[in-house]
């Protein structure tokens, strides 16, 4: 089978692997650089975070989110080059007068066993954070990978399996019969033709610490939006990121700056002799629900899938393998059913498509 795919982000690197290792043809089309990505999943934080994120989101991001963990897991052991992967879990903490924001998570997590633990004294889990905060939550189950190594492992990986990559090659439109499904993984790029997509900025840094240990994700939850610190080797820290309703990719902004390194110290004094190596700010695609979509277009042979938001890293990997499945069985996954959607207008404005 011949498969063209357009976007070369998380969701269409992820699905031309698998889809090349499971001996369909795959052609990959990307609008900008292929091995300097310029796009959202190339600033993602890489954090895997389905039960914390669940509060923002749906309760079926868990187990999405549980499974793409462990497909991540398996995956980075079969790429070409080393893709930073840790999964000692998330410790989620939160300012007296922010408290409420746990006691949330708990009322959300209530209903999965195991995923998270009370904690009275955070030091007991991270000696080094400041004193002013003590309670919180533990989910052991989280994770996070380095989406920068993983995007580039990815396209080597993709390179070794012979796909067809053309790059700085913007689509327009495709000669529909030169392939038996197209896969339109444009992120914002389909901002035009899929209806209700916007962006929503997200901003962050990544910083030395040579004063820090921390050795655990911490998620600072707060009543705006969850700030973490994600730690890397070397004393490396990942501080984000906001979420600003705003189609708005330009660099980052004083408040932003004040506000999440202003948290950063609250957590650690030691952040204040950090150095700033990177800022960075891009635009999450999203629908209004915050939810994502598997738009399938019969006539026109066309699957859109998009409105990856906050979580391209947890969905990636399931939506793959669905994709996969559906393309082989034309059934799908039970856990991808709820966001499957039938278009089967053929004038249905979405991407067009010469025939
Ligand atoms: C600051 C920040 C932090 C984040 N942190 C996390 C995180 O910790 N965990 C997580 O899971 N997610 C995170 N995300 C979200 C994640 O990055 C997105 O959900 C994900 O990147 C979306 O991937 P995508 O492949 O759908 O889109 P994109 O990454 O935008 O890729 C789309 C690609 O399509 C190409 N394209 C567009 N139009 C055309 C065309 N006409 N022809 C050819 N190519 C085209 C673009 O150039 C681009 O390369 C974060 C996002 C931001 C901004």
């Known amino acids: 089978m011949n498969i063209a795919i357009v976007g070369a982000g998380i969701m269409g690197r992820t699905l031309a692997l698998v889809l090349a290792n499971t001996h369909f043809n795959v052609v990959l089309y990307e609008k900008n650089s292929f091995h300097r990505p310029n796009n959202c999943s190339a600033v993602a934080a890489g954090m895997l975070s389905p039960y914390a994120e669940s509060l923002l989101c749906l309760p079926s991001l868990v187990a999405i ?16 080059t080393p893709v930073f992967f840790d999964d000692t879990g998330t410790l989620c903490v939160a300012h007296r007068e922010e408290r409420s924001a746990l006691h949330r998570l708990q009322e959300v997590l209530l209903q999965h066993s195991g995923a998270y633990q009370v904690i009275d004294h955070v030091q007991d889990l991270e000696p080094e954070i400041d004193t002013n905060l003590h309670a919180g939550m533990f989910l052991p189950q989280e994770a996070q990978i380095s989406a920068q190594m993983l995007m580039h492992s990815l396209g080597e990986a993709l390179i070794a399996q012979g796909v067809r990559i053309f790059a700085n090659y913007p689509i327009k439109q495709l000669k529909r019969h030169d392939y038996d499904w197209i896969v339109d993984c444009r992120g914002l790029g389909a901002k035009t033709h899929l ?11 990544h ?8 050795k655990h994700v911490v998620r600072i939850l707060n009543p705006h939006y969850p700030i973490y610190l994600i730690p890397r ?3 490396r820290y990942i501080l984000g990121a906001t979420c600003i309703e705003a ?3 330009s660099p980052l902004s004083v408040r932003s700056a004040l506000e999440l390194l202003s948290y950063a110290y ?6 204040a002799e950090a150095r700033i190596l990177k800022t960075f700010s891009h635009c999450r695609p999203a629908f209004d629900s915050n939810l994502p979509k598997i738009m399938v277009n019969e006539s026109l042979g066309v699957i859109h899938i998009n409105g990856l938001f906050r979580h391209g890293y947890l969905f990636a990997p399931v939506f793959a393998n669905a994709v996969m499945q559906f393309l082989g069985e034309t059934s799908w996954h039970e856990l991808v059913t709820p966001f499957v959607t039938w278009e ?11 025939t």
């Open 65 to 80: 989110g549980l499974a793409a963990i462990e497909a991540w897991r398996a995956q980075i052991k079969t790429l070409p």
């Open 195 to 205: 209806q209700g997509l916007r962006g929503v900025r997200g901003e962050l840094l």
């Open 207 to 214: 910083l030395h610490a040579p004063n820090v240990n921390i």
């Open 233 to 235: 080797p070397n004393h």
């Open 247 to 249: 189609q708005d990719s």
């Open 266 to 271: 609250s957590v650690h004094k030691g952040f």
């Open 344 to 354: 089967d207008n053929v004038n249905a404005p979405s991407f067009r498509f010469a």
